[in-house]
């Protein structure tokens, strides 16, 4: 019997979600029908290129009052960002458990692979716990895959520490909902994250919880592909994947600065895109290579996402940062701690600031040796070959994954 994979997110709607999915599906190898539920379908095109069948999952995401009010949600630690997100309201829970327990069955799901999905993971084990054959696999970045054994959860930025529903009051909830359903209560929040089977892709870089993992847990961030050493390029390479765009400061700034300038942006509406082209700036329409990168940039312009964050740490190149949220502002702190980044947060994104922070950057010296050397340990520490890396650490979960499919038939 053909093994059933289903690809699962639940959270933020970014590219690199997508990405570490298809990696993973790609690593698998041939042989398995596959199946994406995702919450934003924007990028499902790259699971189905590799014959997924996608659907639309129940998306977790912050209410609109709470994106229009901050203090209505909690950022002290990922346990504030989960409430936020709809663990702390019952109906979001519920939805979500009925959903993927539906399509578990429905789909004949012999592995799940869950990428920022706790309600995936939550609602397979409950399936396992009533004998369903199938394994479940957790992966993704470090600061979204806490370990599961951790109680509580710890604060990750230090002037960052408002709790509006404590982390008991989350775990209670999710208990009493998943009571409802059968499911046996779980110890402690960070419990959502037990899976069969583990796969962090980050470097320990950015992984708030590295020093609570496992030594040599982790596994090579997803970055498209792999990250030559920079060489010679002198254009700044600019990928903006939602909507820092909106911003017309920053759309200015990245016209006007004179420096030569590349990029995808795949969040920016077409008027945008047409002010950007008319500036001179040179836009791809689709993701770019890691070499061409490499090649061609002297200096990345992003929010501080991990999986462009990792490529430009692994191939040496300097960093400006203009991070949209708490995941990309720990990301862009620990770049800038590194020595080769330059962040502005929020209230300082002027026109004229990041026109200034872009040229200076460019051209600092120190800033290209940091990052430089930093590369240069890096590739070393990873090895030459992380897509045999990835599928070598996948192998004992796909004969798992097998085997439950062969039970089940």
Request: a positive charge; glycine letters at 10%.
């Given at each position: 019997m053909m093994a059933g994979v289903l690809c699962a997110c639940e959270m933020g709607a970014g590219r690199g979600h997508v990405t570490t999915l298809a990696a993973t599906a790609r690593a698998l190898?041939?042989?398995v029908r596959l199946w994406a539920a995702l919450p934003s379908l924007r990028h499902a095109g790259e699971l189905e290129a590799q014959g997924a069948k996608v659907v639309q999952a129940p998306a977790l995401r912050y209410t609109p009052e709470?994106?229009?009010?901050?203090?209505?949600?909690?950022?002290?630690?990922w346990a504030d960002y989960l409430a936020a997100c709809g663990l702390?309201?019952?109906d979001a829970v519920r939805r979500g458990l009925t959903f993927w327990r539906k399509l578990i069955v429905d789909a004949d799901v012999s592995l799940l692979v869950a990428d920022y999905a706790?309600?995936?993971l939550l609602a397979a084990r409950g399936l396992q716990a009533e004998g369903w054959q199938m394994v479940t696999l957790a992966t993704g970045t470090g600061y979204g895959l806490p370990p599961a054994t951790l109680s509580p959860l710890p604060q990750l930025l230090p002037d960052f520490d408002r709790v509006v529903q404590p982390e008991a009051e989350t775990l209670a909830l999710l208990n009493r909902v998943g009571g409802e359903?059968?499911?046996a209560p779980l110890s402690h929040l960070a419990?959502?994250?037990?899976a069969d089977h583990v796969l962090v892709r980050s470097l320990a870089l950015f992984d708030p919880?590295?020093?609570?993992?496992?030594r040599g847990s982790l596994l090579a961030p997803e970055t498209g592909g792999a990250v030559p050493k920079a060489h010679g390029g002198n254009a700044v390479f600019v990928y903006l994947s939602t909507s820092?765009?909106?911003d017309p400061e920053l759309v200015e700034a990245l016209a006007e600065v004179r420096l030569p300038r590349f990029g995808y942006l795949p969040g920016a509406s077409p008027e945008v895109l047409a002010r950007l082209a008319a500036s001179g700036m040179e836009l791809a329409e689709g993701p770019l290579a890691p070499s061409e990168i490499a090649r061609r940039a002297r200096l990345v312009l992003c929010a501080g996402q991990h999986g462009m964050l990792s490529l430009a740490a692994l191939a040496g190149l300097p960093v400006v940062a203009l991070p949209q949220q708490l995941e990309q502002l720990f990301n862009a702190r620990r770049a800038e701690a590194a020595g080769f980044a330059r962040l502005l947060w929020r209230g300082a994104r002027q026109r004229d600031a990041v026109r200034t922070v872009l040229r200076d950057a460019f051209a600092d010296p120190v800033l290209a040796a940091n990052a430089a050397a930093l590369g240069a340990q890096l590739r070393d520490s990873l090895g030459a070959a992380p897509d045999a890396d990835l599928a070598a650490r996948l192998a004992p979960v796909l004969a798992a994954t097998h085997r439950a499919a062969a039970t089940a038939g």
């Open positions: 190898g041939p042989g709470a994106r229009a009010d901050p203090a209505r949600a909690g950022n002290a630690s702390a309201r019952a706790p309600l995936a359903a059968g499911l419990a959502l994250y037990s919880y590295a020093a609570a993992r496992p820092e765009l909106a």
